[in-house]
């Protein structure tokens, strides 16, 4: 049982990581690691924004893309 509650909290911090590093809200995409396991970590990767140029994921906050240094036109 304990192993069970270890592996869950570890998609937790994963999908955190994750869904952070996209620009997404840490702590809620630790909640959806921890409370849906793999599949919160999954939505985790469809955080982020589509590069228009290499259609590559990146992050929200993102101002250049890091892959084809595509400049975003600030939204604001
Ligand atoms: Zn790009």
Same mark, same amino acid.
């Given at each position: 049982? /304990?192993?069970?509650? $270890? ?8 999908? =955190? !990581? ?5 620009? #997404?809200? /840490?702590?809620?995409? $630790? ?8 599949? =919160? !970590? ?5 955080? #982020? ?28």
């Amino acid at each position: 049982m /304990g192993v069970v509650v $270890f592996i869950w909290i570890l998609f937790g911090i994963a999908a =955190g !990581l994750v869904g952070s590093s996209r620009g #997404g809200n /840490g702590c809620l995409y $630790f909640l959806a690691g921890f409370l849906l396991g793999p599949i =919160g !970590l999954i939505t985790a990767f469809f955080e #982020g924004k589509r590069c228009p140029r290499c259609q590559k994921k990146i992050s929200n906050n993102a101002m250049v893309c890091p892959y084809c240094s595509y400049e975003f036109k600030s939204e604001n």
